[in-house]
């Protein structure tokens, strides 16, 4: 029996799983039933200061211009507009918001300086300040958005597309109580969200989360499920008393019940931290209940363990973890003890 310290793959249980578990019982939870397209209602501003002025084209539809405060719903649904002022144009379907811009409907909030709404399309773009709020609780700060309302049959989930390097925040909900107990804020050059439970960020990706850090250049969440991936000479950090790095071509997060359960970095897989540095071309750790219970290595590469006063080298390591020992590894395995020299008088 070989003892090693696994430091890093013990952080790594208790830390890692926010990067995956961000909230599945939000996810799980069925959303509004999919809307009808907007038949635009218009009405006044609570003061009474709305001006207007309608004009009636060769098609029987209407361009409608409003200033000193608009006011709009879809009609028979629980869909609301606001701004200072807006144009309407019938014969595009075509209606602008102009200045302190709300817009609300049952999975979404959107506030912005300026709003094009596409009604044909169900298509809203904001720009200039725009703040979202979805069903979940999750926020998005940035410059430019695009939600694209849940209509049949255009789409039967909304999207909110946003670019020019938003700040997303995730929610993390306790699956009883239903209150908020963590957040995970993904900044990118773009992010989308699908109904406010699929997230994919690209461009330059940074995850952060209490004591976690992960970048890469995309990413994919899946709230539901608890899978996440980072692409691309991505990279996971432990920042905590004893810190740890994880690296690899793909590095693949499982979680169950808001916990993870199995990490996965591939290729070149290489976890480190101050008591070990474990190499190969997949590195693959398995939890349960916060505790590591296995940790697998192997590839062409062949695969290498490092620690303090060990070096482990073969075809694969098969690291069973009971009270932090490793019970076996590979065939063609080598196990070179760590000698400590005194130097010469």
């Given at each position: 029996?070989?003892?090693?310290?696994?430091?890093?793959?013990?952080?790594?249980?208790?830390?890692?799983?926010?990067?995956?578990s961000?909230?599945?019982?939000?996810?799980?939870r069925?959303?509004?039933?999919?809307?009808?397209?907007?038949?635009?209602?218009?009405?006044?501003?609570?003061?009474?200061?709305?001006?207007?002025?309608?004009?009636?084209?060769?098609?029987?539809?209407?361009?409608?211009?409003?200033?000193?405060?608009?006011?709009?719903?879809?009609?028979?649904?629980?869909?609301?507009?606001?701004?200072?002022?807006?144009?309407?144009?019938?014969?595009?379907?075509?209606?602008?918001?102009?200045?302190?811009?709300?817009?609300?409907?049952?999975?979404?909030?959107v506030?912005?300086?300026?709003?094009?709404?596409?009604?044909?399309?169900?298509?809203?773009?904001?720009?200039?300040?725009?703040?979202?709020?979805?069903?979940?609780?999750?926020?998005?700060?940035?410059?430019?958005?695009?939600?694209?309302?849940?209509?049949?049959?255009?789409?039967?989930?909304?999207?909110?597309?946003?670019?020019?390097?938003?700040?997303?925040?995730?929610?993390?909900r306790?699956?009883?109580?239903?209150?908020?107990?963590?957040?995970?804020?993904?900044?990118?050059?773009?992010?989308?969200s699908?109904?406010?439970?699929?997230?994919?960020?690209?461009?330059?990706?940074?995850?952060?989360r209490?004591?976690?850090?992960?970048?890469?250049?995309?990413?994919?969440?899946?709230?539901?499920?608890?899978?996440?991936?980072?692409?691309?000479?991505?990279?996971?950090?432990?920042?905590?008393?004893?810190?740890?790095?994880?690296?690899?071509g793909?590095?693949?997060?499982?979680?169950?019940?808001?916990?993870?359960?199995?990490?996965?970095?591939?290729?070149?897989?290489?976890?480190?931290?101050?008591?070990?540095?474990?190499?190969?071309?997949?590195?693959?750790?398995?939890?349960?209940?916060?505790?590591?219970?296995?940790?697998?290595?192997?590839?062409?590469?062949?695969?290498?363990?490092?620690?303090?006063?060990?070096d482990?080298?073969?075809?694969?390591?098969?690291?069973?973890?009971p009270?932090?020992?490793?019970?076996?590894?590979?065939?063609?395995?080598?196990?070179?003890?760590?000698?400590?020299?005194?130097?010469?008088?």
């Open positions: 029996m070989i003892r090693v310290r696994v430091t890093l793959v013990a952080t790594l249980a208790s830390t890692i799983g926010g990067l995956a961000v909230p599945a019982a939000s996810a799980q069925p959303g509004p039933t999919p809307g009808s397209k907007c038949i635009i209602q218009f009405q006044g501003s609570a003061g009474g200061t709305t001006r207007s002025n309608f004009t009636k084209l060769p098609s029987g539809k209407y361009n409608a211009y409003v200033g000193g405060g608009f006011v709009g719903n879809c009609q028979g649904q629980d869909v609301t507009l606001r701004s200072d002022s807006a144009e309407y144009y019938g014969d595009q379907s075509l209606l602008y918001l102009i200045a302190n811009v709300h817009y609300t409907d049952p999975r979404a909030k506030d912005a300086d300026h709003m094009t709404y596409w009604m044909e399309e169900e298509h809203i773009r904001a720009d200039g300040n725009v703040f979202a709020v979805l069903a979940s609780g999750t926020t998005m700060r940035g410059p430019v958005a695009d939600y694209y309302r849940a209509v049949r049959p255009i789409r039967t989930e909304a999207i909110l597309v946003s670019t020019g390097r938003p700040r997303l925040r995730l929610v993390q306790d699956t009883l109580t239903g209150k908020p107990t963590d957040t995970v804020d993904v900044v990118a050059e773009r992010i989308t699908v109904a406010d439970s699929l997230v994919y960020a690209g461009g330059d990706v940074r995850i952060t209490p004591q976690l850090f992960a970048t890469g250049d995309s990413a994919f969440m899946d709230q539901g499920s608890g899978i996440a991936r980072l692409m691309l000479k991505p990279t996971v950090e432990a920042r905590r008393s004893r810190p740890f790095t994880l690296t690899g793909v590095i693949d997060v499982f979680s169950k019940n808001k916990l993870v359960s199995r990490v996965v970095a591939t290729p070149n897989g290489h976890a480190t931290s101050q008591d070990l540095q474990l190499y190969a071309d997949t590195v693959d750790l398995r939890v349960n209940n916060n505790e590591l219970e296995r940790a697998m290595a192997w590839g062409r590469t062949r695969a290498r363990a490092t620690s303090p006063d060990r482990i080298l073969a075809d694969s390591i098969d690291a069973v973890l009270n932090q020992r490793i019970h076996r590894y590979g065939r063609s395995g080598r196990l070179t003890p760590r000698v400590s020299r005194t130097p010469r008088q």
